[in-house]
């Protein structure tokens, strides 16, 4: 009696080991999602224009900078060569003839008047205060004539070099003192004609 209820445990004891070591279910993997090939294409596309308008955007900069900075050095050598024009030169008390720093002057002078042909210069000569009103009329004259010969002895012709002279009327300074009447010897060069707004360098 005993022995006929302990084999239906048994077989329910095995049952349910039998139920616990089954293999669970495995559910099935989800297929993947079809790729986008189209959208794939765009993006790249879209990240090569950004890369091709970077590129762009930084040689336009650069480009830009570029020409700012040689319009600035084209400013910058446009006023050397006026500024050369125009530099005066000085003259010992009572001489009309040139003093080796003041032949640099006139040597700045030559290359940017042989470069542009069409330019034409006056040529001022003036003195200090002493002497006579005669007497310093003929020194200025000879002191403009002086630096004339000097450019044309290389290469500028003589009739664009107009000469005349101030005497002493056109003082620069007034003081009755050396330091004063050194700046009152001098030449004075002004730009009469040809100047056509951008002047040719002598490498030009």
């Known amino acids: ?9 048994a077989l329910l004891a095995l049952a349910a080991l039998a139920a616990c070591h089954k293999k669970p279910e495995v559910a099935p993997t989800p297929a993947p999602a079809p790729i986008d ?14 890369v091709a308008k970077a590129r762009a955007d930084s ?15 084209a400013a910058a050598a446009q006023a050397k060569m006026r500024a050369a024009l125009t530099a005066m030169i000085h003259f010992d008390f009572n ?13 700045a002078k030559i290359p940017i008047l042989l470069a542009n042909p069409g ?3 006056r040529i001022a000569g003036n003195t200090d ?3 006579s ?12 004539a002086t630096a004339k010969r000097y450019l044309t002895d290389h290469g500028v012709a003589d009739s664009r070099l107009e000469t005349v002279s101030n005497g002493e009327e056109k003082p620069l300074c007034t003081e009755q003192e050396e ?15 040809g100047d056509t707004g951008m002047l040719k360098g002598s490498g030009n």
């Not at 040689?59 to 050095?73: G, P, T």
């Not at 001489?95 to 040597?107: G, M, N, T, V």
């Not at 050194?182 to 060069?189: P, V």
Request: with cysteine; charged share 30%.
């Open 1 to 9: 009696m005993q022995s006929s209820r302990i084999l239906p445990a």
């Open 37 to 50: 090939s189209t959208a794939i294409k765009q993006h790249i596309a879209d990240s090569l224009a950004m």
């Open 59 to 73: 040689l336009a900069r650069a480009a830009a900078e570029k020409a700012r900075e040689d319009s600035i050095a």
């Open 95 to 107: 001489k009309s003839d040139l003093r080796p720093e003041d032949q640099a002057i006139l040597d």
């Open 119 to 121: 330019l034409t210069l």
């Open 129 to 131: 205060e002493r002497g």
């Open 133 to 144: 009103t005669e007497y310093n009329l003929a020194l200025g004259q000879r002191r403009a």
């Open 179 to 193: 330091s004063c009447w050194s700046q009152n010897r001098r030449d004075e060069f002004t730009v009469t004609g």
